[in-house]
């Protein structure tokens, strides 16, 4: 079946590296995805988001991109801090008919930042 | 402005009791969610409102019934609790669909 997944499911950064964290989907028809940050015993935090009609979108400190011809999203984190260290969940909104939407979320990877 | 609030944090069931999880927002969102967390799966999408008076089905909704008398509130009821449901169940809230959601701190659930 179609699903959102993440390449990589941990990663380790030296703190005031960029972190770049990736994700595939498989709905073509998915039009809107969003990056949340999850910390232990903490709900998921939303962390920027980018609809289809856009390849690239900027936040303060993190970037994602889309490359849809590939189903390819990533998240970049520039200078990350340990204060970034938990997991990384990417998410798509896909329509799943009669203008109803359904948030599907990938397994996460976490991310730990070395001091 | 509290956000998403659920209650209980936490809570310990014998196989076959009843149990309702509260969720309520303040930011007047008309789109509200439950998912559950189990390790190595991510979040999945049990039932989700979007507007008083109207729910629907998400990918894992047997087991689970919702109600939405109100904008504010989106309780999660589990009529006869099994061990498959332990989990950590999320609630989320959204201005519509196609939106970024705000999620709950969660609630820590395990069946014996």
Redesign the interface.
């Known amino acids: 079946g179609e699903s959102v997944g993440l390449h990589l499911p941990t990663l380790s950064v030296q703190e005031g590296d960029n972190s770049i964290i990736n994700c595939a989907y498989s709905n073509s028809a998915s039009?809107?995805f969003?990056w949340?940050k999850q910390e232990s015993?903490?709900?998921?935090?939303?962390i920027i988001?980018i609809r289809s009609n856009m390849d690239k979108r900027q936040g303060q400190r993190v970037t994602v991109l889309l490359n849809k011809t590939v189903k390819h999203l990533s998240l970049q984190i520039a200078a990350t801090q340990p204060g970034d260290s938990a997991v990384y969940?990417c998410?798509e909104?896909r329509n799943s008919g009669a203008g109803?939407?359904?948030?599907?979320?990938?397994?996460?990877t976490k991310l730990s930042v070395i001091p | 402005n509290a956000g998403v609030t659920q209650t209980p944090k936490f809570q310990v069931l014998k196989t076959g009791q009843s149990m309702t999880l509260q969720c309520a927002q303040d930011m007047n969102h008309e789109y509200m969610s439950w998912y559950r967390q189990d390790p190595g799966m991510g979040l999945r999408l049990i039932h989700y409102s979007v507007g008083a008076g109207i729910t629907d089905q998400g990918e894992v909704p047997n087991g689970y019934n919702v109600s939405r008398s109100t904008t504010e509130d989106f309780p999660l009821r589990l009529l006869s609790a099994a061990p498959s449901q332990t989990s950590v169940y999320f609630c989320a809230s959204s201005y519509q669909q196609n939106q970024p959601q705000h999620f709950g701190d969660g609630t820590r659930l395990s069946i014996l």
Do not use: E, R, V
């Not at chain 1, 015993?41 to 939303?46: E, L, V, Y």
């Not at chain 1, 109803?100 to 996460?108: H, M, R």
């Open positions: 039009d809107y969003i949340y015993g903490k709900g998921p935090q939303f988001d969940f998410a909104n109803s939407y359904q948030l599907t979320f990938g397994k996460g």
